[in-house]
């Protein structure tokens, strides 16, 4: 996965794992119970927070109000709506279409424990999907972006406020991009599966449109950061290639319509695509680890040895995540959490532990263990690593700090969000200027308003963590840190 560079860097300033770290790791710092439930409420409203576009009726974070009511005017085109995916006030695309997929792939396998949440979790889902609809209705184009990230991080401004630039960045057969187009291809297709019983026309528009997205990603292969250097780079640049959104999303297009054009693509291209390449890596830029989990059900129920190179991999992946094991690119603080080098490292964290949670439940269900040197990695112990990764995001490390906002009595209370950090519309509705917004920024003071279930990037890798604005890689949250979270949370708000 590529360093999170993106979060407003205009703003910014500039273990070997042991046998003992095994026992910090699975030990809990306090004996304190969790409310999995409330955590996992939070963690949806989040996204209601991060919102672009008209909002509806029911929105309950009422300190947000409209946003970016005229996106996608310059090309001729309604791309309103959408999430923002961090701190900032631009739509970027791939992050985005991850977090969908993340969001959806937490409701297929762990919906039915979401109880009364369910319905917030798909209308989160559908929020997305409907933004992608809009950015993929041209056939052969996809708009990847709106908002011009330079001038928008020049400034500390309200969504509400915005007069920044709202270029709209698109991609097409002449300028490709196969990894958001893949990873788009991919959001709606899983997408398609959270609605396939509650909304059969939808959820049929959202696998067509798939399809035929995935088939433009494959047919015009490219980086989009070769495409469109300067607009997406160093934010959400490429780093790890293209290769791996074409498997993910023909993976996805495979669970989803079960057409074997797709089985046959994932086995073709296994080798070509790399399908084994960097294995402990999961996020926005690097999807290997997450399609050998997903594919590895299919082996693990039985009904795909064609497939079996990838459960080997998901084998390997799982493996080099433990305690104990030494593996030079991942680490665990002192106080047990996962770290690995680059920014917001609290993405690493949910993602990694939704895999975790998800192979475990695979594993359960097949009456199969890994096989890890000297170690077995049940089911059991797959859980009990996931579930100390909440734990620790909740308030059990050396802090005893919360790193979801509103969550517990201790949580970070000056979060790198600019709604958040500036007075509400409500509280001033005069408008607040591109830089009247930086004596907020620079402010001592805790934020206004509270995106409550925000997990923030989290402490560095000695368990320190500074409650400062101006230390985004720490202090900022992203859709893509709660995206997989929803699901860990789901899981644990039953089986606690």
Known sequence: MAPNTHPTFRYSMAFGVSALLFLVFLRPISAVGHDYHDALSKSILFFEGQRSGKLPPDQRLKWRRDSGLHDGASVGRDLTGGYYDAGDNIKFGFPMAFTTTLLSWSIIDFGRNMGPELKNAVKAVKWATDYLLKVTAVPGVVFVQVGDAYSDHNCWERPEDMDTLRTAYKIDGSHPGSDVAGETAAALAAASIVFRSRDPAYS?????????????????????????????????????????????????????????????YIIKNEVVLHAGDTINEFGWDNKHAG???????????GKANYFASFKQNADGF?????????????????????????????????????????????????????????????????KQLAKRQVDYILGDNPLRMSYMVGYGERYPRRIHHRGSSLPSVQTHPARIGCKAGSRYFLSPNPNPNVLVGAVVGGPNVTDAFPDSRPYFQESEPTTYINAPLVGILAFFSAHS
């Not at 640049?237 to 054009?261: F, I, M, P, T």
């Not at 680059?342 to 993602?351: K, R």
């Open 291 to 301: 399609i050998n989990v997903l594919i590895s059900k299919e082996v693990l129920m």
């Open 318 to 382: 799982i493996c080099s995540l433990l305690p104990g094991i030494s593996h030079p690119q991942v680490q665990y603080s002192p106080g047990g959490l996962i770290f690995k080098a680059g920014g917001s490292n609290m993405q690493h964290v949910t993602s990694l532990s939704f895999l975790l949670l998800a192979y475990s439940n695979y594993l359960s269900h097949a009456n199969k263990i890994v096989a890890c040197g000297e170690t077995s990695a049940t089911p059991a112990l797959l």
């Open 204 to 264: 049929r528009l959202l696998l067509n449109r798939a399809v035929k997205v995935f088939e433009f990603a494959d047919r015009h292969r490219g980086a989009y950061s070769s495409s469109l250097h300067s607009a997406v780079c160093p934010f959400y640049c490429d780093v790890n290639g293209y290769q791996d959104e074409l498997l993910w999303g023909a993976a996805w297009l495979h669970k989803a319509s079960r057409r074997r054009q797709y089985r046959e």
